[in-house]
Every structure is written in structure tokens, then in C-alpha cells.
């Protein structure tokens, strides 16, 4: 939790826009990187749907650690 609070964002969008596996596996989430290699970025809907699930997870994981 602490390594993904520590994560920057615009990197973790920009990997989730041009490169969706990546973006998870950067923020430590690898089975979520396989199941969206294996689905085929989500049946496409991946580009809408992976950065904001990816900054959803870093910032619950900021206030987690704040709290």
C-alpha cells in the first residue's frame, strides 16, 4: 500500500492511456495487468476505463496512508 501511495500519477496515466498492462503492473496490481492483457484491454474500453481506476487506486491508497 505504501509503494502504491509513493507512485506518481501522470506517469501511471500516461501508461494507462498508450499502454494499459503496464500501468497496473507499475502501480503493483499484476493480476489485474494479465486479466487486461488476456481481455484485450478490457474488450477496448480499457482506454476510458484504466486511468481512472489506476488514479482511483493510488489516491485511496494516499488517503489509507494518511489516515
Known sequence: M???ANK???VALLLA???SPLAYHY???RKL???N???LN???LGIIVVPI???KLITDARSELHA
Request: charged share 10%.
Open 33 to 35: 495487468a494479465v486479466v
Open 17 to 19: 492511456v498508450f499502454l
Open 42 to 44: 478490457y474488450l477496448l
Open 37 to 39: 492483457l488476456f481481455t
Open 27 to 29: 502501480i503493483g496490481k
Open 2 to 4: 505504501k509503494n502504491r
Open 8 to 10: 506518481s500519477i501522470p
Open 53 to 55: 481506476h489506476v488514479v
